[in-house]
């Protein structure tokens, strides 16, 4: 009875070594384990409607299209993308859970104290847009230009700005505003774009930082005018638009264009990074997802996963010394 049990303990042990031993090569020799197999999830880190869910919904189609596979949004909105990019980072990294992130959730959260991950969470397989910010007031308001506004704005210190809240892409730029502009206009948060641009439109603010997606059909219907864009010298929906360089000078600096990038956990495979970047690239040149993007007030703007977290450091590097003049870096 003493061997039996003696021969059932060795055959457990050496079934268990077995299944570590497969276990370890998964993870050594990933590139032999066939991916993907089954359904995605990506998550949004915003609320369901917005530009950023309907981005998202995109891209999951494109996937589904070039991967063969289901792929789910799964909206996380909340604290500026940290509760969505959370929930990314816990996630296991094997390619079955991926995000659809900006500045805000990929580093601004970080160099704030507010995030609960760090850069070593995130793996950024690539870039597939740039956001197109601007600043936009009532129709009938007094202001024709932006210099109009900026001279207002020096006058009258205290001016109310409306924004999606501390941490965001466009809170960021509003604070950058405020300093190149020699402005001292204070922030008022809302949840999102559309909340700020009512508060345009209700005279509770002078004026809103929100996409163009918002922006632009309101002032289509000739209820606001936009003064100003964020987007780059020549791109975006607004090309001629004022920007930092025309109203500002070539000597200020300007930020590299943020947009969306899809983002993975940080000990993701590389060959699962490459298949879905390969992915993508298709999906960012596709004519169909084009036409989406342009419908969202977006710029379609691709770059690999070795580009893309390049572009993310020499934005760190400019936005950085903003966020420390306001006292917003965690020490």
């Known amino acids: 009875m003493e061997k039996i049990r003696l021969l059932i303990y060795c055959l457990v042990a050496i079934l268990l070594t077995s299944e570590t031993l497969f276990n370890s090569a998964d993870r050594v020799w990933g590139q032999e384990v066939k991916y993907p197999t089954r359904s995605i999830e990506i998550v949004c880190p915003w609320g369901a409607g917005g530009t950023s869910d309907l981005l998202t919904r ?28 959370s929930y990314l980072t816990n996630a296991k990294p094997d390619g079955y859970t991926l995000g659809v992130l900006t500045d805000a959730g990929i580093f601004l959260g970080i160099l704030s104290g507010t995030a609960t991950y760090s850069k070593e969470d ?6 597939l847009t740039i956001s197109n910010f601007v600043m936009a007031v009532r129709a009938d308001s007094p202001w024709k ?6 001279d207002y704005a020096r006058k009258n210190p205290g001016v109310l700005y409306g924004d999606t ?3 965001s892409n466009g809170a960021l730029r509003m604070l950058y505003f405020n300093k190149i502009a020699g402005t001292k206009m204070r922030a008022v948060s809302y949840k999102s774009d559309m ?3 009512t508060a345009v439109l209700g005279n509770n603010v002078a004026v809103a930082n929100v996409g163009y997606a918002t922006a632009g059909p309101q002032e289509e219907a000739g209820k606001v005018r936009i003064l100003f864009a964020f987007t780059p010298p020549g791109k975006g929906p607004l090309p001629d638009a004022p920007n930092i360089v025309t109203v500002f000078g070539k000597g200020v600096s300007d930020f590299e264009p943020h947009g969306h990038h899809l983002v ?5 495979p590389e060959y699962i990074i490459k298949i879905l970047d390969q992915a993508l690239e298709k999906i960012t040149k596709d004519p169909e997802f084009i036409a989406a993007v342009k419908t969202f007030g977006l710029t ?3 770059t690999n996963s070795t580009t893309a977290p390049k572009e993310i450091e020499r934005r760190i590097s400019q936005v950085k010394p903003v966020l420390e003049e306001q006292g917003l870096i965690k020490k």
């Open 165 to 167: 809240g501390p941490g």
């Open 195 to 197: 909340e700020a641009l």
């Open 58 to 85: 995109a891209v999951a189609r494109g996937f589904e299209k070039n991967l063969n596979v289901q792929v789910v949004t799964v909206d996380k909105p909340g604290a500026a993308e940290i509760v969505g990019t």
């Open 264 to 268: 993975a956990p940080g000990k993701t």
């Open 300 to 302: 379609v703007y691709y």
């Open 145 to 150: 230009t932006i210099q109009e506004f900026i």
């Open 122 to 127: 995130l793996r950024v397989v690539g870039q």
